[in-house]
Structures are given as structure tokens and as C-alpha cells.
């Protein structure tokens, strides 16, 4: 028998040594002089953006192999193993069976062993952020709010203050964000300081924090709410009594991962996005979306812009400029114009956006030309040089639509 047990935790981590070796814990509340055993099995075939928690129920210990036996050392009633024998990119199920409770096997709880070269952690993230600003002039960090569990938000900024481009990334803990964004800006520091004196960027690169640094750490599965599990781009006060069916979820159901949320604005992510959005007063608000770190230049803007021409023809010549750059450094045969899509739902950041004033686009995977390489990034098999490749168009892409906003705005 098998029972699921919150005191068992598994997550990865790395190796403080040259090496760096990538490990998984595994983390539990036990009593002393207890005897232990622990099952691991490696899992194939599970889809990241369809297969939930319980895909991992179909399986038992007696299918995986014993990789630990033994009396593990305690502190303060728990006990730590690390499993060094793991590959990046596999995922695992792992059970623990304790003998002196008779037996019982708790389990089995899963993790995905992730290349920290594509999922950066928030440690990471937050310091090359002040790296950026102890190395440039033009470079500013300013908090902005914090997280459920009180990681702090922080934007960082470069260039023209008066003249912005906003970012936001990881609304959506499995999607993009923090790996593009960071590594644009520090890109046009480095080489495009003219363009920022006319047109500065400021990024919130991980909004999600909390559940982000959780899927960097081996959630197996695709994630989207906060750690209260609430939709953060379905908690902004935009036609909130609209109540939203998309993927066949509905935003007023707290067990649905497209949940809105209690109130407007009840997350203090959400909260802080309002506040980068307010003392930026951008040109142009982009969020970065799709899956597992890369997203590409097909774009959607709100529902209820559809009908205003003169916004929408903005839009389009925005979405336009950011392509024209994106798909010549993809040395993309496409012609079709990137036209943005309508789609952007109540409660979301677009939406928000547009309501109040703001020209707002969402990026998302796009399906044709190009970016058939990233397909693999649907299924969380992103690549570190398949990042590189991503970071390389979204870095011409940003310089092709600041140089836009410079001579049109």
C-alpha cells in the first residue's frame, strides 16, 4: 500500500563543488533509529502541458529499483538523501518506506531534473540583475512589490526613463521570461546604448516567483497559478464579472489553473505588476509567454480592442516592427505580415493594459516559419542552445522595436 504524504519532498539542487553536479533531495519528518528505504523509478512519456500529478499514481514501487537502504542522519525530525545518480532532462517518481511504522511507503512524489542553464533560479536571477546595475550607469533596480511568500518583485531598469519599453516574464510559472529578458538587456547595455538613450526597457522578469523557482526545482508538470493558486493573468480588474471558459476551465472555479482569483487584484504579484506598469508609463507593455523558457513573435492583444481601429492599427505596426527584426536574425522565408490576434481574456494584463490606455502585446510560441526548431520547448525539452538561439531573436527583435518607437513615438 502507498499513501501520499506531505512530509516527503523531493527537489533538485546542485552541488557546491567544481563540478556542480545536479542532485535530487529527497526530505522527510521521521523518528529516530528508523530504518529506511527508498524506491526510485525513472518515468517516460509524460506531457508536460497535458499530464497532471496524478500521471505518477500509475505507478508503484515494486516497478522501481532501490537506491538507498539504511538509517539516514536526523536534524530536527527530519531527514535528508540526495540521489547523485540522476540525468538532466529525466524525470522521476520516488517512494520512502520507514520500518518502524510498520512498513508504510509513502509516495510516490515526482521531479523533473531541469538544466539550471535553462531554468535560472531565483538567486540567480536577482543577481545578475544588481550585477547589471553595479556595472552600468544607466542600469536601476527598484522594488516593486513582493510574492505570496514575500520574495521581493524587482524591476530593473536601463536607459531613457521618460521613453520605456515594460516587460514582464513568468506570469505563468512554466512559461518565459527571466532567462530572455535579463539576457536582452544586458545584451543592448553592452552594445546598444545609443538606442536606450532614446528608448530605455524595464523588466519584472519573474513575476510568478514563488511557483516559478518551484518548477525550476523539479515540479514536474506545467504550472501556471501562484502559490495561492490563483491565475495571475486572470486577476487584473478588467471585466471582472466576465467569467472565462478557455481550455475548457472556468476562471470562477478555485480548482482550475485559469482560477481569477477571489477579487481583483487579491495577489500581491498582481499588485506589483500594477505598480511596475505605474511608475514606468510605458509606450509599449510586452508579456512573455508559451512554454518551458522560450516563446517566439506571435502576438495577442485584447478581446475588446478588436473593434478600435486606431489602437489596433498601432498595435500592428508595434507587433510588425518587433517581427521585422525577430525573423530576419531567424533568417526566416516568411512573408505573411504578424498580425496581432484579439484573444487576450478578461482579467488579464492585455486587457488591463488596454483599458487604461496602454498599446499591450503578449508574446506567444507562433507556430510557423522558424520557430518549428523550439517545437521540443512544448514538451519541456528546451535545450540550453535552443535558448541561445531564442535569446538571439528576441534580442533583434527588441532592438528592431526600440528603434521604431524612436523614430515614431
Known amino acids: 500500500m502507498t499513501e501520499k504524504a506531505l512530509r516527503l519532498k523531493a527537489y533538485t539542487a546542485t552541488e557546491e563543488t567544481e563540478s ?3 542532485h535530487v533531495v ?7 533509529d528508523n530504518m529506511v528505504t527508498v524506491y526510485r523509478k525513472k518515468i517516460e512519456g509524460m506531457i508536460f502541458d497535458f499530464d497532471e500529478e496524478e500521471y505518477f499514481d500509475d505507478f508503484s514501487p515494486s516497478e ?8 539516514p542522519e536526523i536534524t530536527r525530525s527530519f531527514a535528508k538523501i540526495c540521489d547523485f545518480d540522476v540525468e538532466t532532462g529525466a524525470t ?3 517512494w520512502v518506506k520507514t520500518e518502524n511504522s510498520g512498513g508504510r511507503i509513502t509516495g510516490p512524489v515526482g521531479v523533473k531534473v531541469r538544466d539550471p542553464r ?8 536577482m543577481d545578475r540583475m544588481y550585477a547589471l546595475e553595479n556595472a552600468y550607469e544607466n542600469a536601476s533596480c527598484i522594488p516593486v512589490g513582493e510574492t505570496v511568500t514575500h520574495k521581493p518583485l524587482v524591476a530593473l531598469f536601463a536607459g ?3 521613453r520605456l519599453i515594460a516587460a514582464t516574464g513568468a506570469i505563468h510559472a512554466a512559461e518565459s521570461g527571466p532567462e530572455i529578458l535579463l539576457s536582452c538587456v544586458e545584451y543592448l547595455l553592452k552594445h546598444h ?4 538613450e532614446k528608448v530605455g526597457i524595464a523588466i519584472l522578469p519573474s513575476v510568478n516567483a514563488d511557483m516559478r523557482e518551484e518548477v525550476v526545482c523539479g515540479l514536474p508538470r506545467y504550472y501556471r497559478v501562484n502559490k495561492n493558486g490563483v491565475d495571475l493573468n486572470r486577476n487584473f480588474s478588467a471585466n471582472w464579472e466576465e467569467v472565462g471558459t478557455g481550455y475548457g476551465l472556468s476562471t470562477d472555479d478555485p480548482k482550475c489553473e485559469t482560477y481569477r482569483g477571489p477579487y481583483p487584484f487579491s495577489e500581491p504579484e498582481t499588485k506589483a505588476v500594477a505598480e511596475f506598469i505605474r511608475i514606468t508609463n510605458p509606450k509599449v507593455i510586452l508579456s512573455y509567454h508559451a512554454l518551458a523558457c522560450i516563446t517566439g513573435d506571435g502576438m495577442l492583444c485584447a478581446k475588446s480592442m478588436a473593434d478600435d481601429e486606431n489602437h489596433m492599427q498601432r498595435i500592428k505596426g508595434i507587433a510588425s516592427s518587433y517581427s521585422s527584426g525577430f525573423r530576419t536574425k531567424a533568417q526566416d522565408s516568411t512573408s505573411d505580415p504578424n498580425i496581432p490576434y484579439p484573444h487576450c481574456s478578461a482579467g488579464s494584463l492585455g486587457e488591463w493594459s488596454y483599458q487604461n490606455g496602454y498599446y499591450s502585446l503578449d508574446l506567444e510560441l507562433w507556430s510557423g516559419g522558424c520557430l518549428d526548431y523550439f517545437a521540443d520547448s512544448k514538451k519541456d525539452l528546451t535545450t540550453a542552445e535552443m535558448l541561445e538561439r531564442n535569446i538571439l531573436l ?3 527583435g527588441i532592438v528592431s522595436l526600440m528603434t521604431y518607437l524612436s523614430e515614431n513615438t
Open 394 to 396: 528576441h534580442q533583434n
Open 193 to 196: 546604448s545609443a538606442l536606450l
Open 92 to 94: 522521476y517518481a520516488y
Open 26 to 32: 529527497l526530505s522527510f519528518r521521521i523518528k529516530p
Open 118 to 125: 535553462v531554468w535560472w533560479h531565483f538567486d540567480k536571477i
Open 64 to 71: 522501481g529499483e532501490c537506491i538507498y537502504q539504511g538509517f
Open 20 to 22: 556542480e553536479k545536479q
Open 160 to 162: 531613457n526613463r521618460e
